[in-house]
């Protein structure tokens, strides 16, 4: 019943930054563990990283070390912030609980481009 919506994307550099936003029509805390997820062109959708409602972060290996998620209750926002961008990171971005149930549908999601 949460709809999710994320934003921040754009066309970027190799090297530069971004820093993506998600919120919720509802609270974004009463879903627990949140995500990001990317979706490339023809490529399956995979889990980035995610944040527990305390705090503890978890990244695949992909973006270890450049990205990191963040979340901040009193304004209902989670955010990752992208930098050393690669254009691998190309894709488009959603954020979305990883265990509630039930899960929210998926926002649209926020392009993000890595190109010279």
């Known amino acids: 019943q949460v709809q999710l919506v994320e934003s921040g994307g754009g066309l970027v550099q190799p090297g530069e930054s971004l820093r993506l936003s998600c919120t919720g029509s509802g609270s974004i805390d009463r879903l627990g563990t949140m995500g990001w997820y990317r979706q490339a062109p023809g490529k399956q959708r995979e889990l980035v990283a995610t944040?527990?409602?305390?705090?503890?972060?978890n990244y695949a290996d992909s973006v270890k070390g450049r990205f990191t998620i963040s979340r901040d209750k009193d304004v209902n926002m989670v955010y990752l912030q992208m930098n050393s961008l690669k254009p691998d990171d190309t894709a488009v971005y959603f954020c979305?609980?990883?265990?509630?149930?039930?899960?929210?549908?998926w926002g649209q999601g926020t392009q993000v481009t890595v190109s010279s």
């Open positions: 979305n609980a990883v265990y509630a149930d039930p899960r929210p549908n």
């Open positions: 944040i527990s409602r305390g705090g503890s972060t």
